[in-house]
């Protein structure tokens, strides 16, 4: 998609890149140790909730839901693994349109 990916090996170091520098959209795995998926989430939406609403989370643990996890996780699109690139790449895709559609 000609973009540019940062990794973060954390949702701490995420939120610090967040704070620091300008993202278009961010994918964050559920379950992560420290901070996870969803406090990161919540934490975006403080700091940028435009930011907020071009996320989407990753997880391979769909066979355990959660009610409570699923209800934080409403109306964010959810990206199961093992990952179908061409998935990764629609949901990329209308998280930026979805942006474009804001402006």
């Known amino acids: 998609l000609g973009l540019k990916v940062v ?4 949702g701490n170091q995420a939120l610090n890149l967040i704070r620091t520098d300008r993202f ?5 795995d559920v379950r992560m140790a420290g901070m996870d998926g969803l406090a990161l989430y919540a934490a ?7 930011l907020a609403e071009r996320l989407a989370f990753v997880s391979g643990d769909v066979l355990q839901r ?4 699923a209800a ?6 959810l990206i199961e693994k093992p990952f179908d690139p061409e998935q990764v790449r629609a949901v ?12």
């Not at 934080?72 to 699109?77: E, I």
């Open 7 to 10: 990794i973060a090996t954390s």
């Open 72 to 77: 934080a996780m409403a109306g964010r699109p």
């Open 92 to 103: 990329v895709r209308d998280l930026l349109d979805g942006d474009r559609e804001n402006d």
């Open 24 to 28: 278009d959209a961010v994918l964050t």
């Open 66 to 69: 959660d009610p409570a996890r």
């Open 44 to 50: 975006i939406r403080q700091h940028d909730p435009i």
